[in-house]
């Protein structure tokens, strides 16, 4: 069946450290990828998303780069703060017609102060 | 509360029990969904409604039986559930599509005993 791969489990980087997530998929009819945010306690948040129809998206010190020939999509934080603590879900879905939202099973990011 | 509100917040029921988990969106959504989240699983799909139609059923067990009596509500009907179903089930709502920003409420902390 459809899965979404996400590299790695766990990842510990020093504050103002980048850090990079990757995740693959399966369905190559996945056109939508959020990714989300859980802090300890709370629910998932967006904090980006990308469409098929764009290579690459950026906001402020958060960005994620698609390729679909390769199925593979990343996560990049730059200058890490305590805060970016959390962890991180990216997934894939299939938009127009379809709801079935595939999530991978989570980077818990770990920035150190 | 605004956004998505889940009741109750935390549940302990035993085998025989049945019990439901409420879940209530005040964003004029018209997609509805149930996720189970548990330390061994990522997020798993486990119902989604779309204006009040039931459009992905993720091949979950009949003792967990949604309903979505409108747009704004959606439940999760409980029986003769098994310690393995201990997890916390996150509702969340969107857009009309699978391309759509999810909005997750804050979850019910089950515990089956």
């Known amino acids: 069946g459809e899965n979404v791969e996400q590299h790695p489990s766990t990842l510990s980087v020093q504050e103002g450290d980048s850090a990079v997530i990757k995740c693959t998929y399966s369905?190559?009819?996945?056109?939508?990828f959020p990714w989300y945010k859980q802090e300890l306690g709370k629910r998932p948040q967006l904090i980006i998303d990308?469409?098929?129809?764009?290579g690459e998206k950026k906001d402020q010190r958060i960005a994620v780069t698609l390729n679909k020939t390769a199925k593979h999509f990343s996560l990049h934080i730059t200058e890490t703060q305590p805060e970016d603590s959390a962890v991180y879900f990216c997934a894939a879905s299939i938009g127009t017609g379809g709801f079935k939202t595939i999530f991978g099973a989570g980077t818990r990011l770990f920035v150190k102060a | 509360e605004t956004g998505v509100t889940q009741t109750p917040r935390h549940l302990v029921m035993g085998m025989t029990n049945k019990k439901s988990l409420k879940c209530e969106q005040h964003l004029g959504h018209n997609a509805m969904y149930w996720y189970k989240q548990s330390a061994k699983k990522p997020l798993e799909l486990m119902f989604v409604?779309?204006?009040?139609?039931?459009?992905e059923n993720n091949s979950v067990p009949s003792r967990f039986s949604p309903e979505c009596p409108n747009s704004s509500h959606l439940f999760l009907h409980l029986h003769t559930l098994q310690p393995e179903d201990s997890a916390l089930y996150l509702c969340?709502?969107?857009?009309?599509?699978?391309?759509?920003?999810?909005?997750f409420g804050p979850g019910t902390r089950l515990t089956v005993t």
């Open positions: 990308i469409r098929s129809n764009v």
């Open positions: 969340a709502s969107s857009g009309t599509g699978g391309d759509y920003e999810q909005y």
């Open positions: 409604y779309s204006l009040e139609e039931r459009v």
């Open positions: 369905d190559s009819a996945s056109n939508y």
